[in-house]
């Protein structure tokens, strides 16, 4: 089993939306939260949104807050990324990340690479103009 599948990915114009998937399973099937990032050829691995598995509770970035926004189906291990407003600069190769240490901090700690311990392979977002 591999811990974590993205899925949903594809190209649309400026302005539109797409909602990407990621399940988990195995080690990632409790985690205690899911992150999702975003890596643009050239450019670092980029936060965009966690969600904490148990509670629900998620964090999203001032920058990306109201057109990103992360949710959770626990009977179906599921946790979607719904992206609206789509603009070209969102372009990127999409991540979902699982974190299975017990968290100390607040959900808006969580949002660097290190924070999490299982990756999946990612899925290509391509917005045009």
């Known amino acids: 089993q591999v811990p974590l599948v993205e899925s949903g990915g594809g190209s649309v114009q400026a302005g539109g939306s797409l909602r990407l998937s990621c399940r988990t399973s195995?080690?990632?099937?409790?985690?205690?939260?899911v992150g999702w990032f975003r890596q643009a050829p050239g450019k670092e691995r980029e936060f965009v949104a966690n969600?904490?598995?148990?509670?629900?509770?998620?964090y999203v970035p001032r920058s990306k807050k109201g057109r990103f926004a992360v949710s959770r189906r626990i009977a179906q291990n599921m946790v979607y990324l719904q992206m609206n407003n789509l603009r070209p600069e969102d372009t990127a190769v999409y991540y979902c990340?699982?974190?299975?240490?017990?968290?100390?901090?607040?959900?808006?700690?969580?949002?660097?690479?290190?924070?999490?311990?299982?990756w999946g392979r990612g899925t290509q977002v391509t917005v045009s103009s």
């Open positions: 195995g080690p990632t099937s409790s985690p205690y939260h």
């Open positions: 969600i904490h598995w148990s509670s629900g509770g998620t």
């Open positions: 990340a699982a974190r299975t240490s017990f968290p100390f901090w607040s959900d808006d700690h969580y949002t660097k690479i290190d924070d999490f311990d299982y």
